[in-house]
């Protein structure tokens, strides 16, 4: 299958026990988020781990083997989250896809469109591994509760799923980012809590939008306090 592929490219998950190590991902976890692939050298990331460049390189032999382990724990970490949601059972099915939403969008906001552009014409054999486990794991579980919410009368049956995902996925990388709403005056929170009320809205049925909107636990923007 593709996604065990994923897991043999990319390597398992980083160990925790050994310190250097530790150091090594954080620094470059920090960097390659803020700043993309490309621009990020393995100097930078060894110096602000505190390491000696041949040090860095016994760890990891090369940058894009440093950043496929990044990545893979971003994702891994989303999938994670994604489950534990889904398996709570004692939460309104609504409230629980709003808490899986706020929860991704969050995440994948860390992996915006500066990263996954850079990634995509940079390293392009990250890229590829990215987009197979984003398609076979993590939107596969939101195609999940999406399909049990139909079936459950809480969705409409008239929006493609898989293209729902993808356009929330890809709203979410290319919108949340502060060059992007400088010019809307929006706070990050203020996007997100918008995208995530448009899709929810737009997705319910009339009796499920109803009782979102009726409940406290909905995500809307807050109003803005007039300015005097």
């Known amino acids: 299958m593709k ?3 994923v897991f043999r490219v990319l390597g398992t998950p980083a160990r925790n026990d050994d310190p250097t190590r530790a150091r090594i991902l954080e620094a470059a976890r920090e960097q390659f988020l803020r700043l993309g692939f490309s621009p990020v050298t393995t100097d930078a990331i060894a110096s602000a781990a505190g390491i000696s460049k041949a040090t860095l390189y016994r760890y990891f032999p090369g940058k894009e083997r440093l950043f496929r382990e990044i990545i893979l724990g971003q ?3 989303i999938e994670g989250g994604i489950e534990s949601l889904i398996s709570t059972g004692d939460r309104d099915f609504v409230d629980k896809l709003a808490a899986v939403l706020s929860f ?11 990263v996954t552009l850079d990634m995509q014409r940079n390293a392009p054999a990250v890229w590829k591994e990215f987009e197979a ?5 993590i939107f596969a579980k939101l ?8 079936a459950s009368g809480v969705f409409r049956d008239d929006i493609h799923q898989d293209f729902l995902i993808l356009l929330y996925a890809t709203i979410i990388q290319e919108v949340m980012n502060p060059a992007t709403l400088v010019p809307f005056s929006l ?3 203020e996007a997100f809590h918008m995208i995530i009320t ?3 809205e737009g ?3 009339e009796k499920a939008r109803a009782r979102y909107l009726s409940s406290s636990a909905g995500i809307r923007p807050k109003k803005r306090r007039s300015q005097r």
């Open 3 to 5: 996604t065990r592929r």
């Open 75 to 77: 994702l891994l970490e």
């Open 104 to 114: 991704m969008g969050l995440e994948l906001s860390k992996l915006g469109g500066l």
């Open 133 to 137: 486990f984003r398609r076979e794991r």
């Open 143 to 150: 195609k999940r509760i999406l399909e049990e919410g139909r």
């Open 187 to 189: 706070s990050f929170g």
């Open 198 to 200: 448009m899709m929810l």
């Open 203 to 205: 997705t319910l049925t």
